[in-house]
């Protein structure tokens, strides 16, 4: 794949104050006003994940909040998946997805990575190997699913 993005990933401790500014305004961006979702967003766990971040030309364009096994799920997740107003169409999402799974299974391993989804990302999801996995919940009136994505073992390692 043909990266398009700066790619940095961080603990949370490793983060500078401007980082973590922009990170949470663009959560703020699209998860609160975008979407019109009154949410906590800051839910504690920022603190135990890594935090991948994709910018172009300077500007945070994705990003993806890595979340260990046993903070969400029993597994390790991805979750925050957000790709900013100004870089839409432009396949960052797709990157960002690669690039998540990647970070992911060279954290913890080869390992079951669960999300929760919102619903209408579903067939989003999907192209990447995620299989519905719960019924479809309310979460801050917004319609999710659980999803899964078990690894599949090859001749170079992970799916």
């Known amino acids: 794949m043909n990266l398009k993005l700066q790619w940095s990933l961080k603990s949370f401790q490793e983060l500078d104050v ?3 500014y922009e990170l949470l305004r663009l959560r703020n961006e699209v998860f609160v006003i975008e979407q ?3 949410f906590p967003d800051q839910d504690n766990k920022d603190q135990k994940c890594h935090h991948l971040s994709g910018t172009y030309e300077g500007n945070l364009m ?6 260990p096994p046993g903070l969400s799920y029993e597994y390790p997740s991805i979750g925050r998946v957000v790709v900013s107003p100004a870089g839409r169409g432009k396949s960052y999402g797709v990157e960002l997805m690669h ?6 299974t ?3 391993g080869p390992s079951i ?3 929760g989804a919102q619903l209408y990302l579903t ?4 192209s990447f190997g995620f299989k519905q996995s719960s019924e479809v919940y309310d979460e801050d009136g917004i319609d999710h699913i659980e999803m899964t994505l078990t690894p599949v073992l090859g001749n170079n390692g992970v799916h």
């Open 18 to 20: 401007y980082e973590l």
């Open 36 to 38: 019109n979702c009154i």
């Open 62 to 67: 994705a990003y993806a909040r890595i979340v």
């Open 99 to 104: 690039k998540s799974i990647k970070v992911l």
């Open 106 to 108: 060279e954290l913890y």
């Open 113 to 115: 990575i669960r999300i």
């Open 123 to 126: 067939k989003f999801y999907e």
